[in-house]
């Protein structure tokens, strides 16, 4: 029957009618990232050792994606007990709720809920609070712009949950939040213990378990987060992102979601009753995205050509702390300088194809302020011309696609972009 039903739709609907019947037949948790389709965050729970009723363990988030970094206000773990364990004592990070520990005379547990929501501390902690890996503020950078803040750790103390492999049982319905939604997380499977090298010493966990968080971008956000613009030295048009791309403006004053930089509201709304909310508020622009990028190409001669980014930050309500941006184009193998800029290829589609590039900002170039007069960052890339492959025509010296901290952007369509007089053409 299915395979008939299939045969019948192929007949009566156009193919991208039904490529698009398809696509919403999948979850979006499912979402495929073609950019880093093994990116991850795993979270492993190491048992340390047992106690009286229970065991000590040390719980670490390992983040495998190449362009997606959690920045502040940083990550909040939550699940749930498997039986009624309690959480002693932390290190390194505390539970956001202790819950009703009615029941315990004297020694109170520092987290009775039975779904505990756990975030790390802030830098400074005192020593004694501390372990390796914790008190960044839940911040955890990517493993190719800072490999050695890519993980985040804390210690737990877990009583009420017995004390050998055969008594222990994992916990379940991890929910990770960074802080707003945008993972799914798997269960918690037993596997390899966890081997730790200490100089020439090598000691491993008494058990371990290990669970994957994957993201889909259309659980973070019910629209797009950023868009694209494009501009060149030999055409006077700017083609703007397109109308709406992020969401179009409320004209209702009930339920605004815009504001323009030079409102008087705008100081009373970001010190209202809101001003905590990560939901953001931004600049009233036609496309209404909170990030725009800008490509600009400045120069084109006999050897070379040079473009502008200029990425703009539309959100009154958020800094955007190392941010990143991935570019597909066809030149960069042919890149010869970056000003403002660090790179890495990510060749997401094997060796031997140098289209996809990360991008991210050198020392002081790497904060993006709030919407404002500082809220923009600007770099420059200078690219080798090659004589096989370069032409002014079609839009080559565009990108085909633009990812900011490691989001998809809206680009314009190809039709509209710059063209080039048939004079200028090098």
Not at 14 to 35: G, H, K, N, Q, V
Not at 160 to 172: I, L
Not at 416 to 421: G, I, L, T
Request: with cysteine.
């Amino acid at each position: 029957m299915e395979l008939e039903n299939a045969s019948f739709l192929s007949k009566v609907l156009t193919p991208w009618a039904l490529c698009l019947i398809l696509l919403s037949s999948l979850s979006s948790s499912e979402a495929y990232d073609s950019l880093d389709p093994n990116g991850n965050i795993t979270i492993k729970w190491d048992i340390m050792s047992w106690t009286p009723d229970g065991y000590v363990a040390v719980v670490t988030m390992y983040n495998y994606q190449q362009c997606r970094h959690i920045q502040p206000p940083g990550w909040q773990l939550s699940w749930t007990w498997a039986k009624k364990e309690v959480i002693w004592s932390m290190v390194g990070a505390l539970a956001t709720e202790q819950g009703d520990c009615s029941e315990f005379m004297g020694n109170v547990p520092h987290s009775c809920k039975q779904d505990p929501t756990v975030v790390d501390l802030l830098p400074g902690t005192p020593y004694n609070m501390q372990i390796a890996n914790c008190c960044k503020a839940g911040v955890i950078s990517t493993i190719n712009q800072d490999p050695a803040n890519a993980a985040s750790s804390f210690q737990l103390s877990v009583g009420r949950a017995g004390n050998t492999k055969k008594t222990v049982k994992a916990p379940k319905n991890f929910i990770l939040k960074t802080p707003g939604p945008g993972y799914t997380c798997g269960p918690a499977k037993l596997v390899e213990s966890t081997k730790f090298v200490n100089g020439r010493r090598i000691t491993e966990a008494l058990m371990t378990w290990s669970l994957t968080c994957t993201y889909s971008q259309f659980l973070a956000y019910k629209t797009p987060s950023c868009c694209v613009s494009l501009s060149s030295f030999y055409n006077d048009t700017v083609v703007d992102c397109p109308t709406c791309s992020c969401g179009c403006q409320n004209s209702n004053m009930k339920h605004r979601n815009c504001v323009k930089g030079d409102s008087p509201l705008l100081r009373s709304i970001l010190n209202g009753p809101g001003k905590y909310s990560y939901t953001p508020l931004v600049q009233c622009t036609s496309h209404m995205c909170p990030i725009r990028v800008h490509w600009h190409v400045m120069l084109n001669n006999k050897d070379y050509w040079r473009v502008k980014i200029t990425i703009t930050n539309l959100n009154y309500r958020m800094n955007y702390t190392q941010w990143n941006l991935a570019v597909q184009h066809p030149n960069f193998d042919n890149l010869a300088t970056l000003v403002g800029l660090n790179y890495k290829s990510l060749m997401p589609y094997g060796a031997g194809i140098n289209d996809t590039a990360m991008l991210w900002g050198v020392k002081n170039n790497d904060l993006l302020m709030t919407a404002g007069s500082y809220g923009n960052v600007q770099a420059e890339l200078l690219f080798r011309k090659d004589s096989n492959t370069f032409t002014s025509e079609k839009g080559y010296e565009f990108p085909r696609r633009v990812y900011f901290n490691g989001d998809n952007c809206v680009m314009p369509p190809p039709d509209a972009y710059p063209w080039v007089p048939n004079e200028e053409l090098l």
